[in-house]
């Protein structure tokens, strides 16, 4: 099914920086609770992400990130995620995160 430009602008993807990766024992599979700063915009969203594998919570802060900010808010195991961060999967089936190559602010649409 191809996919139309009308519905990819749909999506709204922005940079922003992760200020807080907290470890989620409560989710099904091994995630980390995450807070990222979209801007003065945005504001601050939350997000948990299956992305132990690869990253420890100190490596995650201040780590710029691409996330999808405008799905609906999803209760997962008690937790309020507001934004998809998006990644690449590895040959084990692992989440590579995906970020700018340069430095960008927080906030700015990917389109």
Not at 5 to 29: C, H, L, N, S, Y
Not at 32 to 51: C, H, K, M, N, T
Request: charged share 25%; proline share 6%; hydrophobic share 40%.
């Amino acid at each position: 099914m191809a996919l139309s430009w009308d519905d990819f602008e749909k999506v709204d993807m922005r940079t922003g920086t992760i200020v807080d990766a907290q470890d989620f024992p409560e989710a099904r599979k091994p995630a980390y609770r995450l807070w990222i700063d979209f801007g003065p915009e945005i504001g601050i969203r939350r997000s948990s992400a299956q992305i132990t594998v690869h990253y420890t919570k100190e490596q995650l802060l201040q780590r710029m990130v691409i996330a999808v900010v405008n799905f609906p808010p999803k209760q997962i195991a008690g937790f309020i995620s507001e934004c998809l961060v998006l990644g690449v999967y590895d040959q084990h089936n692992d989440v590579i995160l995906l970020k700018p190559d340069q430095p960008a602010g927080n906030g700015l649409k990917i389109g």
